[in-house]
């Protein structure tokens, strides 16, 4: 069954930090670019990091570099967002989902999406 499961999201204070997972199964992750997005409720989907298996190379909003990381465990075939210095825009549903071996901008572009991962940041 090919599926895609977050999970790690919580409840946690501006300034901390949060490590989300991303379990994908039925396929291998050296053949796909893996996306994160995010989406608060009225709101557009947001794309947030990307890495790219063409060039091994990640992507990341403007609004998360130099905080958020991308990280992948190609033998548990899981991949790893760390969330660093959370701010209270942050908070959103953080979704994890995958493409062709390239990132792209548009979430049309990716075929396979997990239910999702709630990160809420609150003092």
């Known amino acids: 069954q090919v599926q895609l499961v977050e999970s790690g999201g919580g409840l946690v204070q501006p300034g901390g930090s949060l490590r989300l997972s991303c379990v994908v199964s039925?396929?291998?992750?050296?053949?796909?670019?893996i996306g994160w997005f995010r989406q608060v409720p009225g709101k557009e989907r947001e794309g947030v990091s990307c890495?790219?298996?063409?060039?091994?190379?990640?992507y990341f909003t403007d609004s998360v570099k130099g905080r958020f990381t991308m990280s992948r465990d190609n033998s548990e075939n899981t991949v790893y967002l760390q969330m660093d210095n959370l701010k209270p825009e942050d908070a959103a549903v953080y979704y994890c989902?995958?493409?062709?071996?390239?990132?792209?901008?548009?979430?049309?572009?990716?075929?396979?999406w997990g239910q999702g991962t709630q990160v809420t940041v609150s003092s």
């Open positions: 989902a995958a493409a062709g071996e390239v990132c792209y901008s548009d979430e049309g572009q990716y075929d396979l």
């Open positions: 039925g396929f291998t992750l050296d053949r796909y670019a």
């Open positions: 890495f790219s298996s063409s060039d091994g190379y990640t």
